[in-house]
């Protein structure tokens, strides 16, 4: 006969074997209720559930630990612009409003009420990575047989358009003209507005990747700084992989500027070594604030530079990537092939070459139409019958 026990308030209880721990040790359910047959029921029911798979053996972690451990296992190969969103989103977005929840008691519509506040916020964007997050979080829990299905199947969202990406301003571009900055940090400008390639190419290139015979930048690396640890990492697709012409502007800076380096490395930290995720955001700190004055002494005394417009609410607020943008901007109005340009952005297809030209096709409607009426003007199908 099993053992029932009456608590003090009247109710029953039991104690059933639902799993086992990932020490070894047994997992215990206590099972309540009014009568012996209410304690019954319940009991067959969890049984059967976790007879046919539906009910979690690990049932009282929560979403805050098996988020942390997902993105600590599944997550740590990925580049470290992915892993800071990912990581991003689970520190400020998911564990403050979802994660105490344990996976078992997660419910669709508790997730879709926080898809729906950052929405309303305004943040579409991150409600996007949300939903993208929080779907890997809990599928990956269902791979692993923690749960037994996703809760996540019927989450919506507002599709954001795609943000257009930001060039450089003429403002900005003069603020840096009459920054003054270390070596090290015009150097590192300079080689990314005049060659587009990415922030961990940048930081990965050797001094011997610069070829000075043939005015060529060797780019065959990147430099992962996640979490202060740098790592060199090869170019996820053969499209990595690529020479970069050197401008003659850029030429003799990169000549002086290799010349005095000591180092393997174009650029490091005092001691020689790498650098480091929290070495390049002091760098790249003491680029923004030096520009931000200049950009204050500017708009102080825009009479005295002619033909110097300023916007008083203009941000000094680029990234390594605005340069970049920035070059394929300029590569695209130098009228460079798109073939071309995709070898030199290292863009693995064409799509994303073309996506990244998109708004500057849209922006020449006038110079479109103006082509196509050219054409159409001296064409035989226009001419008077006779």
């Not at 599928?139 to 507002?158: F, P, R, W, Y």
């Not at 990169?254 to 390049?280: C, H, P, W």
């Not at 923004?288 to 941000?315: N, P, R």
């Not at 070059?327 to 863009?347: E, F, P, S, V």
């Amino acid at each position: 006969m099993p053992k029932y026990k009456k608590r003090a308030d009247g109710r029953y209880c039991k104690q059933i074997l639902v799993g086992y721990k990932p020490d070894g040790k047994r997992k215990m359910k206590t099972i309540y209720g009014k009568t012996i047959k209410e304690v019954e029921n319940k009991e067959r029911e969890i049984r059967d559930s976790i007879e046919c798979g539906t009910r979690l053996i690990q049932d009282d972690i929560t979403l805050k630990e098996w988020g942390t451990k997902w993105l600590k296992v599944y997550k740590t190969k990925t580049s470290a612009s992915t892993y800071a969103s990912y990581e991003n989103c689970l520190r400020n977005h998911i564990i403050p409003t979802i994660g105490h929840i344990p996976l078992t008691k997660l419910k669709p519509i508790q997730i879709q009420t926080s898809l729906n506040n950052l929405i309303d916020k305004g943040k579409v964007r991150m409600a996007e990575l949300y939903k993208l997050t929080i779907k890997q979080i809990v599928n990956q829990a269902v791979e692993e047989g923690i749960i037994a299905k996703s809760v996540c199947n019927c989450l919506d969202t507002i599709k954001s358009q795609r943000e257009e990406k930001r060039v450089l301003s003429d403002f900005e571009l003069k603020c840096i003209a009459r920054t003054k900055y270390t070596d090290k940090e015009k150097m590192f400008l300079d080689i990314l507005y005049y060659t587009g390639i990415r922030r961990g190419e940048a930081l990965a290139l050797k001094v011997n990747d610069f070829d000075k015979e043939n005015r060529t930048i060797k780019i065959s690396k990147s430099l992962d700084i996640r979490e202060n640890t740098p790592k060199l990492k090869e170019p996820k697709t053969k499209s990595g992989y690529r020479e970069i012409p050197v401008p003659d502007i850029l030429f003799n800076e990169l000549v002086e500027y290799t010349t005095k380096q000591n180092a393997i490395y174009l650029f490091t930290m005092n001691d020689g070594r790498l650098v480091s995720r929290s070495s390049f955001r002091k760098m790249w700190d003491s680029i923004i604030k030096k520009t931000k004055l200049t950009a204050s002494l500017l708009e102080e005394k825009a009479d005295e530079f002619e033909g110097l417009k300023v916007i008083s609410d203009e941000t000094i607020s680029f990234t390594p990537h605005t340069f970049r943008h920035t070059y394929a901007t300029n590569l695209y109005y130098a009228n460079m092939d798109i073939k071309r340009t995709q070898y030199l952005l290292g863009h693995s297809t064409l799509d994303m070459t073309l996506r990244t030209y998109t708004h500057l096709q849209n922006k020449n409607n006038t110079e479109t139409a103006n082509r196509i009426n050219e054409f159409f003007s001296q064409s035989k199908f226009s001419q008077t019958a006779i």
